[in-house]
């Protein structure tokens, strides 16, 4: 039975429980629930701290996971790697310092900088050759300058709001582009492929769209550069031998150009579907 890590709460929680109930595995119904067993899908799901799963999936104890790449990196876990990114919770690390003061990474030898990822912090700067006293902090890192604490911060950027209000400015390079991902530990275990296979069909369900429309098939053709597919289009006859019906997936990022453009040709009885899931 493929034993599977879940991020019980924070922002990871939802959107995984989401793609692993498209997947087609069963969830928990309480959320204070740790372990479930899907015997149907002979896998079973153990809820633990987002912090934790690279741990227990490095070391052996789960077979894979689904955690952050910061994570992950953060825990320097020998045993577990990264196989699949997963297109969610994307996030940015950089370092950020009061407005002015710092314009390279060098400038930081020798200075302490606070962070809720010491293990990822250390790494980039160990790489760099650059001697930092870490402060390790599990939150609001972004008031350690304020407070004293620290010279520097490194943390995730969005907007960069917060870190402004503290009056401080990011530079320096990135330290890394975050997202959700699947890890596995050091063995291959029976059943991980399956698993892999209907998450990508879930992302590519995510990520197209399914279009059908008629068109005269002396156009068929030029519709096709429009629209070509994953490998080509499916066509098939209709009644009035002069026309053909089209179906096509695109790109959902795409779809009103796509349409614009075949009704622009002359393509009519343009549709539009969801794809609820897919193996490509």
């Known amino acids: 039975m493929l034993r599977i890590a879940v991020p019980n709460k924070g922002s990871l929680s939802e959107t995984a429980a989401d793609m ?19 015997a149907e899908n002979d896998v079973e799901f153990f809820f633990l701290r987002p912090k934790d799963i690279a741990t227990y999936v490095g070391s052996g104890a789960i077979d894979v996971g689904i955690t952050g790449r910061d994570l992950l990196l953060d825990a320097r876990m020998p045993g577990a790697r990264e196989i699949e990114a997963l297109g969610f919770a994307g996030s940015t690390f950089r370092f950020a310092a009061p407005t002015g003061r710092y314009s390279d990474v060098q400038e930081l030898d020798g200075l302490r900088i606070a962070t809720s990822y010491p293990g990822l912090v250390d790494a980039f700067l160990d790489q760099r050759g650059i001697a930092v006293d870490l402060v390790p902090l599990d939150g609001a890192v972004e008031s350690a300058v304020q407070l004293g604490v620290a010279d ?3 943390d995730v950027v969005e907007t960069g709001t917060t870190l402004r209000q503290a009056g401080l400015e990011v530079f320096g390079p990135v330290i890394l582009e975050s997202e959700a991902v ?6 291959d275990a029976a059943g991980a492929e399956t698993l892999l296979r209907r998450l990508r069909g879930v992302m590519v369900a995510r990520r197209y769209v399914m279009i059908d429309y008629d068109l005269p098939v002396a156009l068929l053709d030029d519709a096709v550069k429009i629209a070509g597919g994953v490998e080509s289009p499916t066509v098939s ?4 031998p002069e026309w053909v019906a089209v179906r ?3 790109a959902r990022s795409r779809v ?18 969801a794809i609820h899931n897919a193996r490509l």
């Open 20 to 38: 692993l109930a498209e997947a087609g595995y069963a969830g928990r119904r309480d959320p204070k629930t740790l372990h479930v067993v899907d």
């Open 152 to 154: 520097a911060v490194a």
């Open 182 to 187: 699947l890890i596995a530990g050091p063995a």
């Open 237 to 240: 006859p209709l009644r009035d």
């Open 248 to 250: 096509v997936m695109v």
């Open 256 to 273: 009103n150009p796509v349409m614009d453009a075949l009704y622009a040709l002359g393509a009519r009885a343009i549709l539009v579907t």
